[in-house]
């Protein structure tokens, strides 16, 4: 037994919906490998249950996996919404989303989060970003206003399978999106944060309720 088989049989189930998904995405897409998975769906909801947010934006629907997982400890009247700028996931997304009971939570956006973001009304407690990596600071910027204060900010894989760590390719603009991305989070005096070396590096950053004094 690997250390990854005993942690996945120690921790919640991700349940039957959410099996098959998986299952379904590695028969019909071509990248199952971009989903949540097990651990950090678990991990998502755990989240969820201990910040007990009412609004999540998810940037970077895919599968709905991790929007299913985030939706699972969502309050009654919470509601989640999600973009998703390939159209052609929408079938899938929605399937899915009606399969798990929790559509009346769920509202989908199917285009570019750089045109939706500026059209969403109202704060969020909780901001899933997990996109086209090469846009995380720009996703940041635009969301960081609609994050409440004592919100949160979940970003994926900013570890970058350990590139932020290796020599960079000019022409590798995903990893130089998310050293641009880190840094940018390190300097922000707005937030407190932390990456968890989960998978693929997940950074939680928690806006302060109150501006840094000068
Ligand atoms: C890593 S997958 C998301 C996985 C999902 N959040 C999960 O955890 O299961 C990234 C998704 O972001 C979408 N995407 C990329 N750029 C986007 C953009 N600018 N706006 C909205 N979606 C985008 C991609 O089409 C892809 O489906």
């Not at 998810?58 to 939706?71: F, K, S």
């Not at 960079?168 to 390190?186: A, C, V």
Request: aromatic share 8%; proline share 4%; glycine share 6%.
């Amino acid at each position: 037994m690997t250390i990854d088989d005993y942690l996945l049989s120690h921790i919640d189930d991700e349940g039957d919906q959410l099996a098959r998904l998986y299952r379904d995405a590695h028969v019909r897409l071509l990248r199952p490998r971009m989903l949540s998975g097990h651990l950090q769906g678990r991990i998502l909801k755990m989240m969820v249950r201990i910040h007990q947010p009412k609004r999540i934006l998810e940037i970077g629907t895919y599968t709905a996996y991790a929007t299913l997982c985030l939706a699972e400890a969502l309050p009654e009247n919470g509601e989640i919404h999600t973009i998703e700028k390939d159209d052609e996931m929408e079938d899938f997304i929605r399937e899915q989303i009606e399969l798990s009971g929790f559509q009346d939570k769920i509202r989908v956006h199917i285009g570019d989060a750089l045109d939706v973001i500026p059209q969403l009304d109202g704060l969020f407690d909780m901001v899933f970003i997990d996109a086209d990596k090469r846009l995380y600071s720009e996703y940041y910027d635009l969301i960081f206003d609609k994050v409440c204060p004592g919100g949160v900010i979940l970003a994926d894989n900013t570890l970058w399978s350990g590139k932020v760590v290796e020599e960079i390719h000019p022409g590798d603009k995903q990893t130089l999106g998310i050293l641009h991305f880190n840094e940018k989070i390190k300097h922000d005096t707005r937030v407190e944060k932390v990456i968890l070396p989960l998978r693929d590096g997940l950074t939680v950053i928690y806006k302060l309720t109150s501006p840094p004094s000068k």
